[in-house]
């Protein structure tokens, strides 16, 4: 069964420092998210991508984030000065039009 | 906007009893609704959805537009069932929201032997 890849599994940044998420998502898919579960919470919706662009951003995506399709295969998630409140699980998804999702296995990014 | 809640963060049964685990939406449109399941800190796996009205792992789900509940249920539970569960709205509306998930806060299972 297709799966969505996400590396690393951990990430370890200093506070202020840039990181750069990625995913690997299905083939054949059009739609891409990212989502965040900051430890003992809820997964949020951050951002959804279609078309190479931005469809839909919480108000948890502001400037310091940002996505790239930057090959055609993979979908990054940039988040480029890291905050303490950053640190969370962030899990990348794909879909075909009106299908369900499939997520990726998370990346647990710590800043420290 | 759209809304999911799940009252109850914590449920605990006994194996073999029966489980409910309640979740209500709020959606001006025609929802899809969705159950996932993560267990351990892995991935978020797709249990069910509505649309689909098939059982997996022993669980159904039926949605009542009345009470605007979609409610995950299983005759009886099994210790590998324990995990969080999480219902999920997606927006089918079109536009720029297309696709979004929007979710409960969850609710972790304990299914004791």
């Known amino acids: 069964e297709p799966e969505v890849t996400q590396t690393p599994s951990h990430q370890v940044t200093q506070m202020g420092q840039e990181v750069i998420l990625r995913c690997v998502p299905i083939s054949n898919h059009l739609y891409f998210y990212w989502y965040r579960q900051i430890l003992g919470q809820k997964v949020e919706f951050l951002v959804s991508?279609?078309?190479?662009?931005?469809?839909?951003k919480s108000e948890i995506f502001d400037d310091q984030f940002s996505v790239e399709r930057p090959d055609g295969s993979n979908f990054t998630l940039k988040i480029r000065s890291t905050k303490l409140e950053d640190s969370a699980m962030y899990f990348c998804?794909?879909?075909?039009?009106?299908?369900?999702?499939?997520f990726g296995s998370g990346t647990r990014l710590t800043v420290v | 906007a759209q809304r999911v809640t799940q009252p109850e963060k914590l449920l605990s049964v006994f194996k073999g009893a029966p489980v409910e685990l309640k979740c209500n939406y709020s959606y001006s449109g025609s929802p899809e609704l969705f159950w996932y399941v993560q267990y351990s800190r892995q991935r978020l796996q797709l249990l069910l959805r509505h649309i689909s009205r098939e059982s997996i792992k022993g669980f159904t789900a039926d949605l009542n537009k009345g009470e605007t509940s979609f409610h995950l249920k299983k005759p009886f539970a099994q210790e590998e069932d324990s995990a969080m569960y999480y219902c999920?709205?997606?927006?089918?509306?079109?536009?720029?929201?297309?696709?979004?998930?929007?979710f409960g806060q969850g609710t972790i299972l304990t299914v004791h032997p």
């Open positions: 998804a794909s879909s075909e039009y009106s299908a369900g999702y499939t």
């Open positions: 999920a709205l997606r927006n089918n509306a079109g536009g720029t929201s297309y696709g979004k998930l929007t």
């Open positions: 991508f279609y078309n190479n662009e931005i469809s839909e």
